[in-house]
Protein backbone atom coordinates (compact mmCIF):
# COMPACT_ATOMS: atom_id res chain seq x y z
CA UNK A 1 0.00 0.00 0.00
CA UNK A 2 1.68 3.24 -0.95
CA UNK A 3 2.23 5.89 1.82
CA UNK A 4 0.19 8.96 1.73
CA UNK A 5 1.71 12.15 1.44
CA UNK A 6 1.74 14.43 4.13
CA UNK A 7 -0.32 17.45 2.33
CA UNK A 8 -3.20 14.57 1.86
CA UNK A 9 -3.04 13.93 5.51
CA UNK A 10 -3.15 17.15 7.03
CA UNK A 11 -4.54 20.27 6.12
CA UNK A 12 -2.74 22.72 4.11
CA UNK A 13 -2.82 25.42 7.18
CA UNK A 14 -1.24 22.60 9.77
CA UNK A 15 2.01 21.67 6.90
CA UNK A 16 2.20 25.17 6.72
CA UNK A 17 2.36 26.01 10.25
CA UNK A 18 5.99 26.51 11.30
CA UNK A 19 6.64 23.37 14.32
CA UNK A 20 8.00 26.10 16.33
CA UNK A 21 4.33 27.44 16.82
CA UNK A 22 2.86 24.59 17.64
CA UNK A 23 5.68 24.23 20.13
CA UNK A 24 4.96 27.69 21.55
CA UNK A 25 1.55 26.71 21.55
CA UNK A 26 2.16 23.40 23.63
CA UNK A 27 4.39 25.33 26.00
CA UNK A 28 1.63 27.54 26.35
CA UNK A 29 -0.45 24.87 27.86
CA UNK A 30 2.00 23.91 29.61
CA UNK A 31 2.61 27.31 31.79
CA UNK A 32 -0.72 27.32 32.55
CA UNK A 33 -1.10 23.76 33.75
CA UNK A 34 2.49 24.75 35.54
CA UNK A 35 0.75 27.63 37.19
CA UNK A 36 -2.64 25.17 38.32
CA UNK A 37 0.14 22.44 39.87
CA UNK A 38 2.07 25.36 41.49
CA UNK A 39 -1.12 26.48 42.78
CA UNK A 40 -2.23 23.39 43.93
CA UNK A 41 0.68 22.20 45.82
CA UNK A 42 1.35 25.24 47.79
CA UNK A 43 -2.49 25.16 49.09
CA UNK A 44 -1.50 20.94 49.64
CA UNK A 45 1.73 22.18 51.54
CA UNK A 46 -0.63 24.76 53.97
CA UNK A 47 -2.70 21.79 54.45
CA UNK A 48 -5.87 23.42 53.26
CA UNK A 49 -4.67 26.74 55.52
CA UNK A 50 -3.87 29.36 53.32
CA UNK A 51 -2.92 31.68 56.30
CA UNK A 52 0.33 29.60 56.69
CA UNK A 53 1.66 30.19 53.63
CA UNK A 54 4.11 33.33 53.16
CA UNK A 55 3.02 33.94 50.18
CA UNK A 56 -0.54 33.61 48.16
CA UNK A 57 -1.39 30.87 46.52
CA UNK A 58 -1.21 32.50 42.78
CA UNK A 59 2.36 33.84 43.45
CA UNK A 60 3.55 30.12 44.10
CA UNK A 61 1.35 29.41 40.78
CA UNK A 62 3.42 32.14 38.70
CA UNK A 63 6.60 31.68 40.38
CA UNK A 64 5.86 27.82 38.57
CA UNK A 65 5.17 28.56 35.49
CA UNK A 66 7.77 31.38 35.15
CA UNK A 67 10.39 29.09 35.76
CA UNK A 68 8.71 26.38 33.11
CA UNK A 69 8.70 29.35 29.90
CA UNK A 70 11.56 31.11 30.78
CA UNK A 71 14.08 28.91 29.41
CA UNK A 72 12.09 27.35 27.15
CA UNK A 73 11.21 30.67 25.17
CA UNK A 74 15.52 31.38 25.75
CA UNK A 75 15.66 28.59 23.86
CA UNK A 76 12.97 29.36 20.90
CA UNK A 77 13.99 33.37 20.64
CA UNK A 78 17.86 32.15 20.32
CA UNK A 79 17.00 29.98 17.46
CA UNK A 80 14.59 32.47 15.46
CA UNK A 81 17.85 34.49 15.90
CA UNK A 82 20.75 32.07 14.84
CA UNK A 83 18.68 29.42 13.10
CA UNK A 84 19.39 30.54 10.20
CA UNK A 85 23.52 30.69 10.52
CA UNK A 86 23.30 27.28 12.34
CA UNK A 87 21.28 25.55 9.42
CA UNK A 88 23.70 27.25 6.85
CA UNK A 89 26.78 26.23 8.95
CA UNK A 90 25.01 22.50 8.59
CA UNK A 91 24.71 23.25 4.60
CA UNK A 92 28.31 24.62 3.79
CA UNK A 93 29.76 21.29 5.58
CA UNK A 94 27.93 19.41 3.04
CA UNK A 95 28.51 21.56 0.07
CA UNK A 96 30.80 19.65 -2.91
CA UNK A 97 33.70 20.51 -3.24
CA UNK A 98 34.04 22.37 -6.52
CA UNK A 99 31.40 24.62 -5.05
CA UNK A 100 33.09 25.56 -1.91
CA UNK A 101 36.22 26.11 -3.90
CA UNK A 102 34.14 29.54 -5.68
CA UNK A 103 34.96 33.05 -4.77
CA UNK A 104 33.58 34.32 -1.63
CA UNK A 105 31.27 36.57 -3.44
CA UNK A 106 29.85 34.02 -6.26
CA UNK A 107 29.42 31.60 -3.17
CA UNK A 108 27.19 33.58 -1.40
CA UNK A 109 25.03 34.24 -4.23
CA UNK A 110 25.16 30.27 -4.77
CA UNK A 111 23.63 30.36 -1.39
CA UNK A 112 20.86 32.87 -1.22
CA UNK A 113 20.18 30.80 -4.86
CA UNK A 114 19.63 28.29 -2.74
CA UNK A 115 17.66 29.70 0.20
CA UNK A 116 15.34 31.45 -2.40
CA UNK A 117 15.06 28.01 -4.36
CA UNK A 118 14.43 26.28 -0.70
CA UNK A 119 11.68 28.48 0.38
CA UNK A 120 9.92 29.79 -2.16
CA UNK A 121 11.67 32.29 -3.73
CA UNK A 122 13.05 33.27 -7.01
CA UNK A 123 16.82 32.71 -7.50
CA UNK A 124 19.15 34.45 -10.34
CA UNK A 125 19.81 31.03 -11.76
CA UNK A 126 17.54 28.15 -11.60
CA UNK A 127 19.10 25.83 -13.55
CA UNK A 128 22.84 26.22 -12.09
CA UNK A 129 24.38 22.64 -11.40
CA UNK A 130 23.82 21.08 -7.77
CA UNK A 131 21.11 24.07 -6.28
CA UNK A 132 18.62 21.71 -6.22
CA UNK A 133 20.29 19.11 -4.51
CA UNK A 134 21.52 21.81 -1.60
CA UNK A 135 18.03 23.62 -1.77
CA UNK A 136 16.60 20.04 -0.86
CA UNK A 137 19.26 19.58 2.00
CA UNK A 138 18.54 23.08 3.20
CA UNK A 139 15.03 22.36 3.66
CA UNK A 140 16.01 19.24 5.27
CA UNK A 141 18.71 20.75 7.66
CA UNK A 142 15.90 23.31 8.57
CA UNK A 143 12.85 20.83 9.48
CA UNK A 144 15.62 19.13 11.46
CA UNK A 145 16.53 21.64 13.32
CA UNK A 146 13.18 22.81 14.09
CA UNK A 147 11.67 19.49 15.34
CA UNK A 148 14.63 19.23 17.48
CA UNK A 149 14.60 22.99 18.65
CA UNK A 150 11.00 22.27 19.92
CA UNK A 151 10.85 18.97 21.21
CA UNK A 152 14.20 20.36 23.55
CA UNK A 153 12.06 23.46 24.57
CA UNK A 154 9.34 21.55 25.47
CA UNK A 155 11.65 19.28 27.42
CA UNK A 156 12.95 21.82 29.17
CA UNK A 157 9.50 23.45 30.34
CA UNK A 158 8.38 20.44 31.76
CA UNK A 159 11.71 20.02 33.43
CA UNK A 160 11.01 23.27 35.02
CA UNK A 161 7.76 22.56 36.07
CA UNK A 162 8.88 19.67 38.47
CA UNK A 163 11.90 21.45 39.24
CA UNK A 164 10.08 24.44 40.09
CA UNK A 165 7.06 21.86 41.76
CA UNK A 166 9.75 20.60 43.96
CA UNK A 167 10.74 23.59 46.03
CA UNK A 168 7.00 24.13 46.59
CA UNK A 169 6.68 24.75 50.55
CA UNK A 170 4.25 26.25 53.31
CA UNK A 171 7.52 28.96 53.87
CA UNK A 172 9.06 29.34 50.47
CA UNK A 173 9.04 33.45 49.56
CA UNK A 174 7.31 32.94 45.80
CA UNK A 175 5.94 36.53 45.69
CA UNK A 176 9.40 37.72 46.28
CA UNK A 177 11.20 35.56 43.50
CA UNK A 178 7.92 36.64 41.30
CA UNK A 179 8.11 40.39 41.49
CA UNK A 180 12.23 39.63 41.40
CA UNK A 181 11.77 38.37 37.83
CA UNK A 182 8.89 41.35 37.15
CA UNK A 183 12.06 43.73 38.24
CA UNK A 184 14.41 42.33 36.47
CA UNK A 185 11.52 42.31 33.49
CA UNK A 186 11.51 45.83 34.07
CA UNK A 187 15.06 46.63 33.82
CA UNK A 188 15.46 44.71 31.07
CA UNK A 189 13.39 46.63 29.25
CA UNK A 190 14.28 50.24 30.45
CA UNK A 191 18.15 49.10 29.42
CA UNK A 192 16.91 48.16 25.34
CA UNK A 193 15.19 51.53 25.17
CA UNK A 194 17.85 53.08 26.80
CA UNK A 195 20.67 51.35 24.60
CA UNK A 196 18.75 51.47 21.28
CA UNK A 197 18.47 55.32 22.05
CA UNK A 198 22.50 55.33 22.67
CA UNK A 199 22.37 53.26 19.13
CA UNK A 200 20.42 55.48 17.34
CA UNK A 201 22.54 58.38 18.30
CA UNK A 202 25.27 57.13 17.67
CA UNK A 203 24.66 55.85 14.29
CA UNK A 204 23.50 59.30 13.34
CA UNK A 205 26.46 60.61 14.64
CA UNK A 206 29.06 57.94 13.05
CA UNK A 207 26.99 58.65 9.42
CA UNK A 208 27.11 62.40 10.28
CA UNK A 209 30.66 62.32 10.70
CA UNK A 210 31.26 60.32 7.69
CA UNK A 211 29.04 62.42 5.76
CA UNK A 212 31.10 65.99 6.65
CA UNK A 213 34.24 63.50 5.58
CA UNK A 214 32.82 63.29 2.01
CA UNK A 215 31.33 66.77 1.76
CA UNK A 216 34.75 68.36 2.09
CA UNK A 217 35.33 71.07 -0.65
CA UNK A 218 36.63 68.75 -3.54
CA UNK A 219 40.16 68.88 -5.31
CA UNK A 220 38.63 69.85 -8.32
CA UNK A 221 36.65 72.65 -7.52
CA UNK A 222 39.59 74.70 -7.78
CA UNK A 223 38.94 75.37 -11.29
CA UNK A 224 36.02 77.10 -11.62
CA UNK A 225 37.09 78.81 -8.50
CA UNK A 226 40.58 80.32 -10.64
CA UNK A 227 38.43 81.41 -13.35
CA UNK A 228 36.29 83.06 -11.03
CA UNK A 229 39.34 84.86 -9.75
CA UNK A 230 40.68 85.54 -13.31
CA UNK A 231 37.36 87.35 -14.52
CA UNK A 232 36.43 90.68 -12.70
CA UNK A 233 32.99 90.75 -13.29
CA UNK A 234 30.57 94.24 -14.52
CA UNK A 235 29.22 93.73 -10.57
CA UNK A 236 32.73 93.25 -9.61
CA UNK A 237 33.97 95.97 -11.43
CA UNK A 238 30.97 98.68 -10.30
CA UNK A 239 31.76 97.74 -6.40
CA UNK A 240 35.19 98.55 -6.82
CA UNK A 241 34.76 101.47 -8.76
CA UNK A 242 36.88 100.46 -11.86
CA UNK A 243 36.00 101.59 -15.65
CA UNK A 244 35.68 99.11 -18.43
CA UNK A 245 39.31 99.22 -19.63
CA UNK A 246 40.64 98.99 -15.70
CA UNK A 247 38.80 95.72 -15.55
CA UNK A 248 39.41 94.71 -19.05
CA UNK A 249 43.05 95.00 -17.99
CA UNK A 250 42.83 93.83 -14.34
CA UNK A 251 40.97 90.16 -16.94
CA UNK A 252 42.49 87.66 -19.52
CA UNK A 253 40.98 88.54 -23.04
CA UNK A 254 37.40 87.46 -23.82
CA UNK A 255 39.12 84.28 -25.91
CA UNK A 256 41.63 83.12 -23.04
CA UNK A 257 38.70 83.22 -20.94
CA UNK A 258 36.31 81.18 -23.28
CA UNK A 259 39.36 78.74 -23.39
CA UNK A 260 40.28 78.86 -19.34
CA UNK A 261 36.29 77.90 -18.75
CA UNK A 262 36.41 74.93 -21.79
CA UNK A 263 39.38 73.63 -19.97
CA UNK A 264 38.20 74.00 -16.42
CA UNK A 265 34.87 71.78 -17.20
CA UNK A 266 37.45 68.73 -19.03
CA UNK A 267 40.29 69.06 -15.95
CA UNK A 268 37.28 69.20 -13.42
CA UNK A 269 36.16 65.77 -15.10
CA UNK A 270 39.52 64.21 -15.22
CA UNK A 271 40.17 64.77 -11.62
CA UNK A 272 36.77 63.56 -10.78
CA UNK A 273 37.09 60.46 -12.93
CA UNK A 274 40.02 59.50 -11.11
CA UNK A 275 39.03 59.92 -7.85
CA UNK A 276 35.81 57.71 -8.97
CA UNK A 277 38.20 55.27 -10.85
CA UNK A 278 39.90 54.91 -7.29
CA UNK A 279 36.50 54.11 -5.14
CA UNK A 280 35.94 51.51 -7.96
CA UNK A 281 38.47 49.77 -7.35
CA UNK A 282 37.91 49.50 -3.42
CA UNK A 283 40.29 51.86 -2.58
CA UNK A 284 39.55 55.44 -0.75
CA UNK A 285 41.43 58.06 -2.75
CA UNK A 286 44.08 59.92 -0.13
CA UNK A 287 42.78 63.61 -0.66
CA UNK A 288 46.55 64.62 -1.36
CA UNK A 289 47.06 62.04 -4.19
CA UNK A 290 43.36 63.81 -5.83
CA UNK A 291 44.91 67.39 -5.25
CA UNK A 292 48.28 66.17 -7.16
CA UNK A 293 46.44 65.22 -10.22
CA UNK A 294 44.30 68.29 -9.97
CA UNK A 295 48.17 70.31 -9.63
CA UNK A 296 49.04 68.41 -13.00
CA UNK A 297 45.78 70.00 -14.68
CA UNK A 298 46.52 73.72 -12.94
CA UNK A 299 50.19 73.36 -15.01
CA UNK A 300 48.33 73.43 -18.31
CA UNK A 301 45.92 76.21 -16.78
CA UNK A 302 48.92 78.57 -15.97
CA UNK A 303 50.00 77.47 -19.70
CA UNK A 304 46.51 78.54 -21.27
CA UNK A 305 46.61 82.00 -19.22
CA UNK A 306 50.02 82.98 -19.39
CA UNK A 307 52.53 83.67 -16.79
CA UNK A 308 51.14 87.06 -16.04
CA UNK A 309 48.47 85.44 -13.69
CA UNK A 310 50.70 82.80 -12.23
CA UNK A 311 50.64 84.24 -9.23
CA UNK A 312 47.02 84.93 -8.84
CA UNK A 313 46.79 81.21 -9.80
CA UNK A 314 48.80 80.09 -7.25
CA UNK A 315 47.31 82.10 -4.56
CA UNK A 316 44.05 80.65 -5.35
CA UNK A 317 45.66 76.92 -5.78
CA UNK A 318 47.01 77.36 -2.40
CA UNK A 319 43.91 78.75 -0.37
CA UNK A 320 42.10 75.91 -2.15
CA UNK A 321 44.43 73.21 -1.16
CA UNK A 322 43.74 74.51 2.56
CA UNK A 323 40.11 74.09 2.26
CA UNK A 324 40.43 70.62 0.89
CA UNK A 325 43.21 68.90 2.21
CA UNK A 326 43.81 70.43 5.22
CA UNK A 327 42.17 69.66 8.80
CA UNK A 328 40.19 72.32 8.50
CA UNK A 329 38.27 71.20 5.77
CA UNK A 330 36.44 69.31 8.11
CA UNK A 331 35.31 72.88 9.64
CA UNK A 332 34.24 74.16 5.84
CA UNK A 333 32.10 71.28 5.24
CA UNK A 334 30.45 71.56 8.50
CA UNK A 335 30.20 75.29 7.98
CA UNK A 336 28.89 74.60 4.08
CA UNK A 337 26.02 72.34 5.43
CA UNK A 338 25.04 74.28 8.66
CA UNK A 339 25.02 77.89 6.61
CA UNK A 340 24.99 76.89 2.85
CA UNK A 341 22.17 78.31 0.74
CA UNK A 342 22.43 75.23 -1.90
CA UNK A 343 20.76 72.33 -1.85
CA UNK A 344 21.63 70.28 -4.03
CA UNK A 345 22.81 66.38 -3.17
CA UNK A 346 23.18 65.00 -6.81
CA UNK A 347 26.74 63.65 -7.15
CA UNK A 348 28.33 61.66 -9.65
CA UNK A 349 28.28 57.89 -9.01
CA UNK A 350 30.43 56.21 -12.25
CA UNK A 351 33.70 57.38 -13.33
CA UNK A 352 32.56 58.15 -17.21
CA UNK A 353 29.67 60.52 -15.85
CA UNK A 354 29.78 64.08 -15.75
CA UNK A 355 28.11 64.70 -12.60
CA UNK A 356 27.75 67.38 -10.07
CA UNK A 357 30.18 67.18 -6.95
CA UNK A 358 26.87 68.24 -5.02
CA UNK A 359 25.77 70.85 -3.21
CA UNK A 360 24.77 70.43 0.88
CA UNK A 361 23.62 73.61 2.22
CA UNK A 362 20.85 72.81 4.75
CA UNK A 363 19.51 76.45 5.47
CA UNK A 364 16.34 76.14 2.50
CA UNK A 365 15.53 73.18 4.18
CA UNK A 366 15.44 74.23 7.75
CA UNK A 367 13.54 77.49 6.47
CA UNK A 368 11.36 75.57 4.81
CA UNK A 369 10.20 73.29 7.84
CA UNK A 370 10.66 76.40 9.86
CA UNK A 371 8.00 78.22 7.67
CA UNK A 372 5.53 75.27 7.40
CA UNK A 373 5.66 74.71 11.07
CA UNK A 374 5.04 78.42 11.86
CA UNK A 375 1.65 78.39 9.64
CA UNK A 376 0.77 74.83 10.69
CA UNK A 377 0.64 76.39 14.75
CA UNK A 378 -0.74 79.55 13.55
CA UNK A 379 -3.78 76.92 12.76
CA UNK A 380 -3.68 74.55 15.03
CA UNK A 381 -2.44 76.85 18.46
CA UNK A 382 -4.98 79.16 18.52
CA UNK A 383 -8.00 76.93 17.21
CA UNK A 384 -7.48 74.05 19.45
CA UNK A 385 -6.59 76.33 22.21
CA UNK A 386 -9.50 78.15 22.12
CA UNK A 387 -11.66 75.08 21.53
CA UNK A 388 -10.04 73.89 24.40
CA UNK A 389 -11.15 76.56 26.66
CA UNK A 390 -14.89 76.60 25.50
CA UNK A 391 -15.02 72.61 26.20
CA UNK A 392 -14.13 72.83 29.82
CA UNK A 393 -14.94 76.33 30.44
CA UNK A 394 -17.98 77.05 28.90
CA UNK A 395 -19.57 73.90 26.74
CA UNK A 396 -22.44 72.00 28.25
CA UNK A 397 -21.75 68.03 29.26
CA UNK A 398 -23.66 67.91 26.35
CA UNK A 399 -21.99 69.89 23.77
CA UNK A 400 -18.80 68.87 25.22
CA UNK A 401 -19.94 64.88 24.59
CA UNK A 402 -20.52 65.53 21.24
CA UNK A 403 -17.65 68.21 19.80
CA UNK A 404 -14.81 66.54 21.39
CA UNK A 405 -15.35 63.25 19.94
CA UNK A 406 -15.60 65.14 16.39
CA UNK A 407 -12.37 66.94 16.89
CA UNK A 408 -10.41 63.72 18.07
CA UNK A 409 -11.69 62.01 14.74
CA UNK A 410 -8.95 64.19 13.11
CA UNK A 411 -6.39 62.69 14.60
CA UNK A 412 -7.68 59.46 13.08
CA UNK A 413 -7.42 60.09 9.58
CA UNK A 414 -4.15 58.77 7.71
CA UNK A 415 -1.62 61.54 6.94
CA UNK A 416 -1.91 60.47 2.87
CA UNK A 417 -6.18 61.82 3.08
CA UNK A 418 -4.54 64.95 3.89
CA UNK A 419 -1.94 65.24 1.51
CA UNK A 420 -4.79 64.43 -1.09
CA UNK A 421 -6.92 66.91 0.69
CA UNK A 422 -4.28 69.54 0.44
CA UNK A 423 -3.53 68.94 -2.96
CA UNK A 424 -7.12 68.37 -4.77
CA UNK A 425 -8.96 70.82 -2.33
CA UNK A 426 -7.27 73.50 -0.71
CA UNK A 427 -3.79 74.22 -2.51
CA UNK A 428 -6.49 74.31 -5.93
CA UNK A 429 -8.48 76.82 -3.30
CA UNK A 430 -5.18 79.01 -2.59
CA UNK A 431 -4.55 79.26 -6.16
CA UNK A 432 -7.70 80.73 -7.40
CA UNK A 433 -7.83 83.06 -4.48
CA UNK A 434 -4.41 84.34 -5.13
CA UNK A 435 -4.99 84.59 -8.86
CA UNK A 436 -7.89 86.45 -8.06
CA UNK A 437 -6.29 89.22 -6.51
CA UNK A 438 -3.49 89.32 -9.24
CA UNK A 439 -1.20 86.97 -7.41
CA UNK A 440 0.74 84.32 -9.00
CA UNK A 441 0.77 81.28 -6.91
CA UNK A 442 2.05 77.73 -8.07
CA UNK A 443 -0.22 74.35 -7.74
CA UNK A 444 1.92 73.65 -4.85
CA UNK A 445 2.52 76.04 -1.76
CA UNK A 446 3.91 76.48 1.90
CA UNK A 447 0.54 78.24 2.76
CA UNK A 448 -1.64 74.96 1.14
CA UNK A 449 0.36 72.20 3.47
CA UNK A 450 0.72 74.62 6.40
CA UNK A 451 -2.90 75.40 6.50
CA UNK A 452 -3.76 71.05 5.56
CA UNK A 453 -1.12 70.35 8.64
CA UNK A 454 -2.57 73.06 11.39
CA UNK A 455 -5.82 71.35 10.99
CA UNK A 456 -4.18 67.60 11.19
CA UNK A 457 -2.83 68.47 14.56
CA UNK A 458 -5.60 70.74 15.86
CA UNK A 459 -6.35 67.49 18.24
CA UNK A 460 -3.15 67.38 19.82
CA UNK A 461 -3.83 70.48 21.38
CA UNK A 462 -7.32 71.07 21.78
CA UNK A 463 -7.43 67.65 23.40
CA UNK A 464 -4.53 67.71 25.63
CA UNK A 465 -5.17 71.36 26.61
CA UNK A 466 -8.62 70.37 27.54
CA UNK A 467 -7.51 67.96 29.59
CA UNK A 468 -5.00 70.14 31.79
CA UNK A 469 -7.35 72.69 32.11
CA UNK A 470 -9.75 70.27 34.04
CA UNK A 471 -6.87 69.30 35.71
CA UNK A 472 -6.61 72.74 37.06
CA UNK A 473 -8.58 72.23 41.00
CA UNK A 474 -12.26 74.13 41.66
CA UNK A 475 -10.75 75.23 44.44
CA UNK A 476 -9.17 78.40 42.35
CA UNK A 477 -11.81 78.77 40.40
CA UNK A 478 -14.21 79.58 43.17
CA UNK A 479 -11.88 81.36 45.19
CA UNK A 480 -11.75 83.31 41.83
CA UNK A 481 -15.07 83.87 41.42
CA UNK A 482 -16.13 84.74 44.95
CA UNK A 483 -13.63 87.69 45.13
CA UNK A 484 -15.44 88.89 42.46
CA UNK A 485 -13.78 88.19 39.10
CA UNK A 486 -16.01 87.02 36.50
CA UNK A 487 -15.62 83.87 34.36
CA UNK A 488 -12.94 85.26 31.82
CA UNK A 489 -11.04 87.14 34.05
CA UNK A 490 -10.31 83.98 36.10
CA UNK A 491 -9.80 82.06 32.88
CA UNK A 492 -7.51 84.20 31.90
CA UNK A 493 -5.77 85.39 35.32
CA UNK A 494 -5.96 82.12 37.32
CA UNK A 495 -6.70 78.95 35.16
CA UNK A 496 -4.44 79.17 31.82
CA UNK A 497 -1.31 80.54 34.48
CA UNK A 498 -2.19 77.46 36.69
CA UNK A 499 -2.58 75.12 33.43
CA UNK A 500 0.41 77.08 31.57
CA UNK A 501 3.11 74.02 31.85
CA UNK A 502 0.54 71.50 30.23
CA UNK A 503 -0.13 73.73 27.37
CA UNK A 504 3.49 73.99 26.74
CA UNK A 505 3.57 70.42 26.24
CA UNK A 506 0.32 70.21 24.26
CA UNK A 507 2.05 73.22 21.82
CA UNK A 508 5.51 71.44 21.52
CA UNK A 509 4.15 67.87 20.69
CA UNK A 510 1.74 69.61 17.86
CA UNK A 511 5.32 70.88 17.16
CA UNK A 512 6.87 68.20 16.94
CA UNK A 513 4.11 66.30 15.05
CA UNK A 514 4.06 68.96 12.84
CA UNK A 515 8.25 69.20 12.40
CA UNK A 516 8.55 65.00 11.44
CA UNK A 517 5.12 65.38 9.09
CA UNK A 518 6.32 64.33 5.46
CA UNK A 519 3.03 62.96 3.43
CA UNK A 520 1.61 66.38 3.36
CA UNK A 521 4.61 68.25 2.57
CA UNK A 522 5.66 66.07 -0.09
CA UNK A 523 1.98 66.09 -1.96
CA UNK A 524 1.42 69.71 -1.15
CA UNK A 525 4.07 72.00 -0.66
CA UNK A 526 6.62 70.20 -3.33
CA UNK A 527 10.27 69.10 -3.37
CA UNK A 528 12.04 72.46 -3.88
CA UNK A 529 14.36 73.60 -1.72
CA UNK A 530 14.25 77.47 -1.74
CA UNK A 531 14.51 80.94 0.75
CA UNK A 532 11.31 82.48 0.01
CA UNK A 533 9.20 84.71 2.32
CA UNK A 534 6.40 84.12 -0.27
CA UNK A 535 4.16 81.59 1.58
CA UNK A 536 2.48 80.63 -1.52
CA UNK A 537 5.96 79.42 -3.04
CA UNK A 538 7.03 75.84 -3.45
CA UNK A 539 9.44 74.32 -0.55
CA UNK A 540 10.49 71.40 0.92
CA UNK A 541 11.94 70.32 4.47
CA UNK A 542 14.36 68.30 6.50
CA UNK A 543 12.01 64.88 6.44
CA UNK A 544 11.01 64.99 3.20
CA UNK A 545 14.72 65.11 1.93
CA UNK A 546 15.32 62.55 4.31
CA UNK A 547 13.15 60.37 2.70
CA UNK A 548 13.89 61.01 -0.55
CA UNK A 549 17.48 60.66 -0.15
CA UNK A 550 16.97 57.39 1.69
CA UNK A 551 14.02 55.81 -0.63
CA UNK A 552 15.38 53.93 -3.57
CA UNK A 553 18.45 51.15 -4.29
CA UNK A 554 20.87 53.52 -1.91
CA UNK A 555 24.51 53.31 -1.83
CA UNK A 556 25.67 54.19 2.06
CA UNK A 557 29.15 55.43 0.41
CA UNK A 558 27.92 58.56 -0.99
CA UNK A 559 27.84 61.66 0.35
CA UNK A 560 24.52 61.84 -0.82
CA UNK A 561 22.97 59.14 0.99
CA UNK A 562 25.17 59.59 4.15
CA UNK A 563 23.20 63.50 3.89
CA UNK A 564 20.01 62.07 5.16
CA UNK A 565 22.19 61.00 8.61
CA UNK A 566 23.15 64.70 8.87
CA UNK A 567 19.69 66.15 8.33
CA UNK A 568 18.32 63.84 10.71
CA UNK A 569 20.84 64.73 13.66
CA UNK A 570 20.14 68.41 13.20
CA UNK A 571 16.06 67.47 13.58
CA UNK A 572 17.35 64.94 17.03
CA UNK A 573 19.27 68.53 17.92
CA UNK A 574 16.65 70.90 17.28
CA UNK A 575 13.64 68.59 19.18
CA UNK A 576 16.00 68.29 22.16
CA UNK A 577 16.32 72.34 22.38
CA UNK A 578 12.85 72.83 22.30
CA UNK A 579 12.70 69.88 24.75
CA UNK A 580 14.76 71.72 26.90
CA UNK A 581 13.32 75.16 26.77
CA UNK A 582 10.13 74.38 27.38
CA UNK A 583 10.87 72.20 30.50
CA UNK A 584 12.47 75.27 31.55
CA UNK A 585 9.07 76.97 31.24
CA UNK A 586 7.42 74.34 33.18
CA UNK A 587 9.22 74.22 36.16
CA UNK A 588 9.16 78.33 36.30
CA UNK A 589 5.21 78.32 36.19
CA UNK A 590 5.18 74.62 38.41
CA UNK A 591 7.37 76.41 40.90
CA UNK A 592 5.00 80.00 41.06
CA UNK A 593 1.64 77.74 41.18
CA UNK A 594 1.92 74.60 42.62
Known sequence: MPQADSASVFPAWYVATPVTFYAALLLGLICFAAFLAGRERAINAAQGQRGDLHSLPDYHGYYVAILTAAPALALLIAYSVFGTAIAEAFLRAGLPADILALPEERL????????????????????????????GSLRTIDSTLKSVVAVAALLIGVGGLFAARARITAEFRARNAVEGVIRLSLVACATIAILTTIGIVASLLFESARFIDMARPAPQGVFSQVVDALEVSAEEAEERGLNEAEAAALTPDADTMAELRRFARSARDVVAARALEENEAGETPERSE????????????????????????????????????????????????????????????????????????????????????????LVAGPIGLFSAIYLSEYASPRARAVIKPALEI??????????????????????????????????????????????????????????????????????????????????????????????????????????????????????????????????????????????????????????????????????????????????KYRERYE
Open 108 to 135: QVFLNDVRATAFGGIGSDASRAGLAEAA
Open 290 to 377: VWRVAEEQLVDMRAIAGPEWDDEIDRVASAWRGRCCSPTSYFFALRDFLFGMQWSPQTAIRADQIGQSGAFGAVPLFYGTMMITIIAM
Open 410 to 587: LAGIPTVVYGFFALLTVAPAIRAAATALGLDAPSQSALAAGVVMGIMIIPFVSSLSDDVINAVPQSLRDGSLAMGATTSETITKVVMPAALPGVMGALLLAISRAVGETMIVVMAAGQAARITANPLESVTTITVQIVSLLTGDTEFDSAKTLSAFALGLVLFLLTLLMNVVALQIVR
